[in-house]
C-alpha cells in the first residue's frame, strides 16, 4: 500500500468518462517502480466544467495532467503556452502547470515515433512515402511528426475525402490525398481509424502492393494484434502494435510531473496489457474485450 506525505506530487488524467482509462494504471506502475511520493488520479470532468476544472487543477498543487476525450481541444485552448508539438497537432494531450502558467503540449506523435523505433528497429521516416488512413486527431498528429521528421510524403486516406483535404491544407508541405491507398513504394502504412479495434469491422486493404521492407502500424491496441497487423505478420512484414503509443506518450509528461524519466519495458507493457486480447478470434472475427469501467471502450485515443 502507496503512502503519501504532505508534500506528495499530483497529477492525474482529465476526461468525461474516464473509467476506461488505462493511465493511472500506467503511471501508478512507475510510481511504484521508482519509489515516488506522488499519486496519479482518474479526474471525470464534464465539457462545461473543464476549464474551471484544469484551474482548480492548478490552484490545488497538482503539477499538470493528461487530457484525453472529450477535451483535446479545450485542453490547447485553456493553456497560456503551448509548444510546437500541440501547435501542429492542433490538440493537448498534456498539461504541465509551472510558474504560475498551464504549459501543453501534444506528446502523440512523439509516442508513435519511439513506438516505431522500439517494435521496427532500423526504420527511419526518411525511409520513403508514408501512407495514413483516417484523418482525424490522431492521424493530424502522426502526419505532422512524420513530415517534421523528415519523410518525404505523406499520403491521407479518408472516406470523406473533404475532411483529408482540410486536414492536408492546414498541415502544409509534402501531404497528398487519394481516396485508395497507393502502397507501391510506401515504407510505411498506418491505421489511424478504429477499424480493427474490438466490436468494429477489421480494415479491408491488400497489402500486396507493398514492398518487403515496409513497416506496417496499426494504433489501435484493443486487440494487440488486429486483423491489419495479422495479415502484414503473414507476408513478412514488419508489423508494429498500437499499445507502444500508448507506452511512449506518456514518458514526458511523467518526467515534467513526477521528475524522473520513466522507461518503456516487456514488465509495463504486460502490466499495462493484462486484460487486453491477444489478436483477431476465429475467422478473422475481433474478439470483444470487457468492459474496464462503467462505460466500456471508448472510441481511439491515445491518452487511455
Not at 201 to 207: N, W
Request: glycine share 12%; proline share 9%; charged share 15%.
Amino acid at each position: 500500500m502507496t503512502t503519501l506525505s504532505g508534500s506528495a506530487r499530483l497529477a492525474g488524467v482529465l476526461g468525461f468518462p474516464v473509467a476506461h482509462s488505462r493511465s493511472p494504471r500506467l503511471h501508478g506502475f512507475w510510481l511504484r517502480r521508482h519509489g515516488i511520493d506522488g499519486a496519479y488520479l482518474p479526474l471525470p470532468v464534464a465539457p462545461d466544467r473543464f476549464a474551471a476544472g484544469v484551474r482548480a487543477l492548478a490552484d490545488l498543487g497538482f503539477r499538470g495532467a493528461n487530457v484525453t476525450i472529450p477535451h483535446k481541444l479545450a485542453g490547447f485552448e485553456v493553456c497560456d503556452v503551448v509548444d510546437a508539438s500541440a501547435r501542429r497537432a492542433g490538440a493537448v494531450n498534456t498539461l504541465v502547470f509551472r510558474d504560475g502558467a498551464i504549459h501543453g503540449a501534444n506528446t502523440d506523435g512523439f509516442g508513435f515515433l519511439e513506438s516505431i523505433c522500439e517494435q521496427a528497429p532500423g526504420w527511419r521516416p526518411e525511409a520513403g512515402p508514408a501512407v495514413l488512413m483516417g484523418a482525424g486527431g490522431a492521424a493530424r498528429a502522426i502526419a505532422a511528426v512524420l513530415l517534421d521528421a523528415g519523410c518525404p510524403r505523406v499520403t491521407l486516406v479518408n472516406r470523406t475525402l473533404a475532411h483529408a483535404e482540410a486536414l492536408a491544407r492546414t498541415l502544409g508541405g509534402a501531404i497528398d490525398v487519394a481516396a485508395a491507398p497507393p502502397l507501391e513504394g510506401a515504407a510505411l502504412l498506418v491505421n489511424t481509424t478504429s477499424l480493427g479495434m474490438a466490436g468494429h469491422a477489421a480494415l479491408a486493404i491488400d497489402l500486396a502492393p507493398l514492398p518487403a521492407a515496409a513497416v506496417v502500424a496499426d494504433i489501435v491496441y484493443v486487440p494487440l494484434e488486429t486483423p491489419l497487423l495479422a495479415a502484414a505478420r503473414a507476408r513478412g512484414l514488419r508489423a508494429v502494435d498500437g499499445l507502444g503509443m500508448l507506452l511512449h506518450q506518456a514518458r514526458p509528461g511523467f518526467e515534467a510531473w513526477f521528475g524522473v524519466a520513466p522507461q518503456v519495458d516487456a514488465e509495463l507493457r504486460a502490466f499495462v496489457a493484462h486484460d487486453i486480447p491477444p489478436g483477431p478470434g476465429p475467422n478473422g472475427s475481433v474478439r470483444p474485450i470487457q468492459p474496464s469501467g462503467p462505460s466500456g471502450p471508448t472510441a481511439i485515443d491515445r491518452t487511455t
